[in-house]
């Protein structure tokens, strides 16, 4: 019985370490962005502490394999489960030491996991188990407890329970684990009260944080942004979070401003009408991210438009601006227009699946390209495949990031939508949110004239502002880049390397 009690804690800690990595590497990439940087570094940084746990746990008496086990587990089940409301709260009111926290926060728990797996083995040895069965049991329990965790995370706690939760939950299973191995093995442990108040401690710590979870990531949030927060929700893809101060909403996404209503007209004025003036006969247009409605608010007004299907990857993006009121008063109910059609899911895929299908313009508001999983959605491929969706007069246009302040990115974009064979036209517009935003045109034949006049009534377009967004001055060149493909992402780079001059 004994030999199963230590068995069955092997997948429990397995599952609660290897949360506590995946946790770290969700919470840095939502934070920091390029997600492959950080996960990578992260599960270096782990890999190496568990080494050192290991080695370290040599040095433990086999009579005290047991007692150690237990204050380990107390260890981790702290550090760990406390990990992302740490780190979170950290982030949010003193952003400098962010990075020291995350690493020391991994270090520690690596290395306390490093040694949970020897001082087990060992006590199954110690209750004379054959190495070859010892060694078996083990790591089949420790690989089964890691497949749990990794589909469970992405599929059900990120979303639902969201990554502070869920590291307090984490915390609470280790905790148990040691209360378990003090219940079961309290003949052979000393001082075993003091380690039963010490876990019904830690244990009231972290329920307490479980139950306030919500209060503290809106505590946290509160200091991140330093408005009001009137929405926030964790989804599987990302955490939307609404702000307002006085009569200024404002939509971040894992902590990026994607729009401010007193200015957003100026970024989407500029990225519809441009295209839809010079297509007086387009009749179906789709927009490629864009789930708040904002881009379509604009299309409609188009009466010679009598189709728009809108793709976006996050169900709970499109609900939120179809359904809540504040939201639904600025996109001007969009959603509820009959000739609307939309579709969450990812663009590349939804591409693929719709053999024939063709559209006079398209519309890509995707978010910057911050990590792998977007850039993909700026690569050769795909803008070979939206191509073979473009009417051949057609027009798209790429949200393409700042040309000032990120110019190695936006010309990035420009070679890339060249390298599949179509005509651009790149353009930029003053956003006071964001500064000098930039945008690209693109047909696949379609000789672009910049409009004189637009015939529906503008706040921020006219003739004069149209020609000043398609000049570029001496502090904006174009510069010669490569397009960004798949296999090296180099978009993503520059993408990161020029936000960082920019913010030095």
Known sequence: MTKKILILSVFVVASCGLAYELIAGALASYLLGDSILQFSTIIGCYLFAMGVGAHLSQYVKDEHVLARFVDIELAVGLVGGVSAALLFVTFAWAAA????????????????????????????NARQTAFSELVSRVLTFDYLGALAVSLLFPLVLAPHLGLVRTGFLFGMLNIGVALWTIYVFRAELAAVTGRVLRACAVLALLLFGFAGADRLTQWGEHGLFGDEIVYATSTPYQRLVITRWKDDLRLYINGNLQFSSRDEYRYHEALVHPAMAALPWAKRVLVLGGGDGLALREILRYRHVQHVTLVDLDPAMTAAFKSRAELRQLNRDSFHDPRVTVVNADAAIWLQQQEGAMFDAVIVDFPDPSSFALGKLYSVPFYGLLKKHLAANGLMVVQSTSPFFAPHAYWTVDATLREVGLRTYPYHAYVPSFGEWGFILASPQLEYRPPASYGLPMRFLNGATTREMFAFPPDMPRLALPPNRLNTQSLVHEFEQDWHRTIR
């Open 97 to 124: 030491p962010f990075r020291t926290m995350l690493y020391v926060i991994v270090f520690l728990v690596g290395a306390f996991v490093g040694m949970e797996v020897p001082l087990v083995m060992r006590a199954l």
